[in-house]
Structure formats: structure tokens, C-alpha cells
């Protein structure tokens, strides 16, 4: 969805309705003296900025924080998952946190500070987040950063399991206490991790930028380079073909039904169902093939272009031949599953109220018994089709019975869009405002995308990864398990920092 502009990439409800629907909302003494500078942003002043926060601190979902030395940004979303992006100066390097109020912003706070230099008063947390005290420069993204003298930096703590040894896809590391055999009073890093993505995506054309945000996560080959595609539509007002849009929603449910696998398998190796987990992969090895067969890379990789013009003459035939190899898979699976259902129950499990205070998405969310899904905000979408089963137990368990239930409504997705391909949809064209926010709902939840663009160029360019908000509740959901169930744990959250580590 590209947010606000059905005329751009998606959207189910059209730009000017979306900015009619949130007008009132954002007047009176909720916003009192913003400045409206974008679709959905505004701008208010540092006293303005904390009175919302006070009084608005349980009428909106925090979804992610940024900060540069210009201004300080919170990404909401209001009532009918309306966006708002918020933003104040950034006054002498300094300007009041989020966190007090948005308990999931301290690692927006923490990574700001890092490459940019700019401190939160009243942080709940400033400790280094990508930093590790190795960096030849402080605040790198700065205008004017300053050298750092060998050994002058400040090392993070050393891990009791070093990231390079935790058993997931990327770099996290994990300290902790044992007591009573348990793990307790758990820190999380994802400084080893750090690549320099944002340092390297400013000054880049879009299409420069196309093949590295295609691979800045594992999980997201499509969701996030969809997300970045639809926000430059948006800031465009660029239209595209109906049957790019169902293109792209085709792949994306691919994609989610490939890293469904993945996670069910990794939670059946750690559950010891070696059996399960190797049905688990074989599906997945049979949809990395059909991928292969029709073109497209395994694990669609620049599947998503910013032309719109790739290979939509043969979806279809790829479509049928994933329902074929996908289906009788899945009927095979669904019995076999049910017999380790209780290795997952009780394990990891995360509270409804906690879902919903950090805005948990994608399973995790569903299974928790916050079901949101971005894609029915998407134009084109086949709602007939939608309706997986959330869950609310929030555990292990409730999670695998989430994923495969996607997978099932997945495939009822791919059906419908066979018959209608391609259909027109209604759509109202926004204006240029070289300003775009864009979202995809991926498989492990929602991915957003704010980009500023200045003569062609990205200006700026900010990530909201579904890892982020999970990073800020992870080390509570750990606290009480065996060191031995942390595989488990890790794998059935679908633990991975690339998305944040950037």
C-alpha cells in the first residue's frame, strides 16, 4: 500500500478520502498548532510535540521513531489504521523522547543517537544500540562528525552468548542472568550487525538504491522493496498497471508462504521433529523451484521492480504451478503437525496487552490476539479470500497454528486472483510531493518506508522493520526459559535483526 494514494500503488480507499477521513482527527486541541507539510505529516512545535504525547498516549499505536539533526519524527497510526508521521525540531542537538509515553520508541531514540548525534531528554534508554565501540567516527551521519582515537570508544558488554553463536538468521547477541536454572534480567544487541545501509541509500537514485533495498532482509526480498517502491509512488503520484499491482500482491503472498515454512520448519528442528521439519522444507525447496522454473529467482530476489513492467504476461502459469506444488504439501503436513503440538505450548508466550501497547505485527501479532493485517488497506485486494484464524493464546503453539493457517489463506489468495487478474479498481491520483510513505504487509508483519526526495535523489530514506517493535519486548519474553529452550524461543518469534541493524 502506497499510504493515502490508491491512485499510486495501493491503497482500497483513495488518497483525498484517506486525507478527509483524518482531517479532524488532526484539529482542535489534538494538534494545535501543526503545520502540514505532507499527505500525512506534520509538523508542530517542541511544546506542541510533548502535549500530544501526553494527552494522545492511548489513542494512537506507536509504530517507529527516527531523528537526524534537523527533526525528530513518530510514525502512528490513528483509528482505521490511518498513519500520522509527527515531527519537531530538533533543537541544539536535543529534543523530548518518546519513550516515556511510547516505550517502543527507545530504540529509534538509542539508534538516532548513534548515527546521527542527537540525544532525547528524558530517554527511558541511551545506551549505544549499533555503536560497539569500534567506530573510527561518533554520530557518522552527522554534518559534522567527530573522530574517535583508537580505543577511545566505549564497548558494549560482552554477551554470554555472542551474536556470531545465537542461533538465528543474522547477528544477535544475548546477555543474561541464570537463576534457578532460568534465564533472567536478558539484554539484547544488534550492534554486530550494523551494515551502514542508511549511510549508503542517501544520495542514491531510486533505481540505484532498488538492488540494495532488495537485500537488506532475508525476510522481506519482497515486502521491503515493495514498501520503499510504493512510498516513491506516492511521492511521485506515479500510477501503475493493475496487473503490476497483482503482480506484486502475487509475490508477496509467495514470499509469506516461504518464510512460513522456513519458521515452521526451524520450530520443528528445535522441537526435535525432525520428521515435520524435513516435510517443512522439502515444501519449501518445491516453491524455490517453481520460482526458479518461471524465471523469477529462488527466494525472489529484484522480483519487485520500480518499472513495473516484469514478466506479467506469465503469472498466471506461476501461480497454478505454485497451488500444484504447495497443496498437496499442505495436506500432508496439517496431520503430522498436530502430534507436536505439545512441545510449543506455554513456550514464549506474549500477552495480548502487549501486542497491542508495542504494536505487534504480522504472527506474532495474530497470535497473540492483535489481528491487524495491512493488506486490506491494499487496492486490489481479495478480502473474500482473507480471514486466517488469529489466535490469542500467544505462544509457540498459537504462533505455528497462525503460520500454517496463513499458508492455507494464502493459497485461497492466489485462487482468486486467477480469475480476476489484472481487474481495474477505482483510483484517485495525489499530488507531487516528492514525499512518500509506503507499507507491505510481509510475513513476519508490517514494513514501512518513508522517503524524501530532493532533484530525483533519496534525501532521506527511514525504516520501520516488524523486528523493531519485537526488539523491545524480546528480552521479557525470555525471562523465565532454559538457556537449552532459547533455539525454540528465538525460532517460533522469527527473530531476525537485519531489518533494524542498519
Known sequence: MSVGSAGASGGGVSGIARIERIQPMMTGSALPEGERIGLFHYRVTAEGWQRLLQQNARMMTFLAFWANEEWATALFLLEGEQPLLLSTAVEQGHYQAVSPYFPAAQWGERISRDLWGVEAWSALDDSPALDDGSWSLTAPLSANPLPVAEGGGQPLPRCRIEPSCTPVPGLLGIDYVLSDGVMQQVDIQIAAGHRGVLSRLIGLTPQEAMPLVSRISASGFVSHPLAFVRALEQAESRRIDPRERDRRLILLEVERMGLHLFDLAQMAHQAGAGLLASLYDHARETLAEVCT????????????????????????????????????????IRPLARLFDGRLKGVAAVPTDVAWEYALGGVIGRASGRYLDMRY?????????????????????????????????????????????????????????????????????????HVVLKEGRLASVQIRDPMLPLLSVLGSVLEGHEPEQLGLVLASLGVSPAGVAL
Open 377 to 449: 488497506m491494499d487496492e486490489g485486494v481479495r478480502p473474500q479470500a482473507m480471514g486466517g484464524a488469529g489466535r490469542h493464546e500467544g505462544d509457540a503453539w498459537a504462533r505455528n497454528r497462525q503460520c500454517l493457517a496463513e499458508i492455507e489463506e494464502s493459497l485461497k489468495i492466489l485462487e482468486r486472483m486467477t480469475a480476476d487478474y489484472g481487474q481495474e479498481s477505482e483510483g484517485q491520483a495525489v499530488p507531487r510531493t516528492d514525499e512518500g510513505l509506503g507499507v507491505a504487509e510481509g510475513p513476519r508483519g508490517d514494513v514501512w518506508y
Open 293 to 332: 522454473v518461471h524465471g523469477l529467482s529462488r527466494r525472489l530476489t529484484d522480483s519487485i521492480s520500480l518499472e513495473g513492467k516484469s514478466g506479467v504476461e506469465a503469472i498466471i502459469p506461476f501461480v497454478q504451478a505454485v497451488i500444484q506444488g504447495i497443496r498437496p504439501r499442505m495436506e500432508q
